[in-house]
């Protein structure tokens, strides 16, 4: 801020509340009508299931570590009748 005569600060503020509305309504519109949300967190826990099958002693003993770390999730991390 410039304390000098002649230069005055102005409160702005903008909101953005009815642009992030529009953008969300143009992103659920991209989706179609068919898209299926359930569907889809099915099918990305089946990959997350495929991925990190059939690991052999090695590999499982590393995922095992990397899971405890925090950086991967647990097998059933998505599972909430597992909790």
């Not at 304390?3 to 519109?29: I, K, M, N, Q």
Request: charged share 30%; aromatic share 4%; net charge negative.
């Amino acid at each position: 801020m410039n304390d000098s005569p002649g230069h005055d600060s102005v409160a702005f503020s903008l909101d953005l509340t009815l642009e992030e509305s529009r953008r969300r309504a143009a992103v659920v519109a991209a989706l179609g009508d068919d898209w299926d949300p359930p569907a889809v967190l099915r099918a990305e826990e089946e990959a997350h299931r495929l991925l990190y099958s059939g690991l052999d002693a090695e590999q499982e003993r590393t995922y095992a570590m990397l899971v405890e770390a925090g950086v991967l999730p647990g097998r059933d991390a998505g599972d909430a009748a597992s909790h």
